[in-house]
């Protein structure tokens, strides 16, 4: 059984900088995809970051590349998202996903595990 739980949410002037991590319990982790998603209200869950396995791959989506950043740290079972030049557009409950297989995906369905979310919120 996994468990993930996300940290480091919070509320953020507009330009300003969070970081989320996400810890991760359970053998799976250190062969397993990780990604972060977000969910504004009524709005679908979309796919912000993704870093494969080992962490030699990264993928982002098109609204936060080059603002944000995704690693993760296998010997601390951790992964992190660290957001730069917050828009308000980035408010959002933002929710770390885990994928049984090496690569990422950009699609919710692949993803077996999810944490309970972390609320950001940006003020203009």
């Known amino acids: 059984q996994v468990q993930l739980v996300e940290s480091g949410g919070g509320l953020v002037r507009t330009g300003g900088s969070l970081r989320l991590s996400c810890a991760a319990s359970?053998?799976?982790?250190?062969?397993?995809?990780m990604a972060w998603f977000r969910q504004a209200p009524g709005m679908e869950r979309d796919f912000v970051a993704g870093?494969?396995?080992?962490?030699?791959?990264?993928f982002y989506g098109d609204s936060v590349k080059g603002r944000f950043t995704i690693s993760r740290d296998n010997a601390k079972n951790a992964v992190y998202l660290h957001m730069s030049s917050l828009r308000p557009e980035d408010t959002a409950v933002y929710y770390c996903?885990?994928?049984?297989?090496?690569?990422?995906?950009?699609?919710?369905?692949?993803?077996?595990?999810w944490g309970q979310g972390t609320q950001v919120t940006v003020s203009p």
């Open positions: 359970g053998r799976t982790f250190s062969n397993s995809a």
């Open positions: 996903a885990l994928r049984l297989g090496r690569g990422v995906a950009i699609t919710t369905s692949p993803y077996s595990y």
């Open positions: 870093v494969s396995w080992n962490g030699n791959a990264t």
